[in-house]
């Protein structure tokens, strides 16, 4: 079976109602993205973090799947899949794929600050001052800018396996993210699909200028006239 590895971001959800981050209209145009997404704004104002994924965890278990994670799904009856996503939503999970690493954390989880002590909460509220069981504070499960990024080196490893590789709804504008492309053997297929310009592309690429759904259709058809 041939390897496919996606790189997906915040566009292949926009289609299911989740914001993108830097879009006109985006996540980051109404919040300070230093106030709810660094670590630094956990240490200053953890209150109003804690709030912020609190939102985002309900609004999450309010929205579905769409086409593209589920083309992305229903795939691997014919391919060797695995989803590498920077998005902390469920989506790709709740549409079938079972290959996934979430390089941002996740959104139905908390954790210890230590980031051990990994429980899953669904879609409840956290409250600031609940305990992990090891006695430090929880917080949200997420991987904020200035933190490591521990699934990097996994990423890494499968990006050295594909075949094809599809980056999809990313503007590519974090790292380390943003460079796992790079890992990919000289002779991957890379696909992009997004219906903006992405600027920061360094290798041979071939766009696809739709939004995430019906680029995964086109997709599709390329995939059956090579495979
Ligand atoms: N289909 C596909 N792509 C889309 C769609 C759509 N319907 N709508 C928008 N896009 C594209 C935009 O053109 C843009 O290139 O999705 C991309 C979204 O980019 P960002 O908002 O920067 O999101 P992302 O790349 O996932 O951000 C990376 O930044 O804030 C952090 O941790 C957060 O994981 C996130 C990381």
Redesign the pocket.
Known sequence: MKKIVFL?????S??SGIS????SG???ENYD?QEV?SIEGWYRNPELMIQFYNERREQLSTVSPNK?HQIIAKLENRFDITVIT???DNLHERAGSSNIIH??GELTKVCAEDKSCVTDIGYRAMKYGEKAPNGQLLRPF??W?GEDVPKFDDAIEVMKTADIVVI???????YP??SLYDYAPNQALIYL??????TSISKKIEVIK????A?MELLLNKLSLIY
Do not use: C, Y
């Open positions: 997906s971001g915040a566009g292949i926009a289609e993108t981050f830097r879009d985006g996540l980051w993205i997404a593209a920077q998005n902390v390089l941002h997420i991987v800018f999809i709804g990313t503007s590519l504008k974090v993210a943003a699909i997004d219906p903006n310009e992405v739709e939004k995430a759904a680029g």
